[in-house]
């Protein structure tokens, strides 16, 4: 057991459950990082399609804010050097080329599921799960626009067309799937 030195608030929480919850914080770092590995680059763009997305939101919807700690695992794993980011390039310098802000966004659609649709997993039909989802991936689109359109010397509009646009369709089928599996799945 761990007791807080706090006396003021003393909480009990047992060693097991903090193994648990790092056991999973490490398993869907590690499954971001391996949905790098599969992706279908563009040519006309230099952001790939992957399955990174769908895992940072299934992520938060699964653990809650222990979500968003697994991609903030993996982003330092990356910056550290393991083949996270892609397997030819994983350093800090990645955070600061064309994916660099989508790969930050995933932590904060992670955030974003944890807060906005988590906890209302039992109120919420698929469909209604699916619309907030779309929302939340915003939160990876957004900062994802803005570091292309910075790094890659872009304009706003172009980035948008190069970093967005693309993606449309797929995120649209990515967010579906997440949505009707989360929505029959466990939540930790």
């Known amino acids: ?19 648990q919850r790092m056991a999973w914080i490490v398993l869907f770092a590690s499954l971001t990082g391996l949905s790098a590995l ?27 804010r222990d979500g968003f700690w697994a991609q903030v695992l993996y982003l330092l ?24 802000g989508y ?24 469909f209604q799960r699916y619309v907030r989802l ?15 359109a910075l790094f890659q010397d872009l304009s706003l509009s172009k980035a948008v067309m190069l970093g967005f646009v693309p993606f449309i369709a797929g995120d649209l089928i990515k967010t579906l799937l997440v949505s009707l599996i989360s929505h029959k799945s466990f939540v930790l």
Not at 79 to 91: D, I, K, R, W
Not at 119 to 124: E, M, T, V
Not at 138 to 146: A, H, K, N, S, W
């Open 77 to 100: 794993l990356g910056c550290v050097g393991l083949p996270f980011f892609t397997p030819e390039h994983s350093n800090v310098q990645v955070l600061f080329g064309a994916t660099g």
């Open 1 to 19: 057991m761990i007791i807080s030195q706090n006396k003021a608030s003393v909480s009990w929480i047992p060693q097991a459950q903090i193994g």
């Open 38 to 64: 599969v992706k279908i680059p563009l040519g006309f763009t230099p952001v790939p399609i992957t399955l990174q997305t769908a895992v940072a939101m299934a992520g938060g919807l699964i653990l809650g």
């Open 134 to 148: 779309l929302g939340v991936s915003m939160l990876i689109f957004v900062p994802g626009v803005l570091g292309l």
């Open 103 to 126: 790969l930050i966004g995933f932590a904060f659609a992670s955030y974003g599921c944890a807060r906005w649709i988590r906890p209302y997993a039992g109120q919420l039909s698929w």
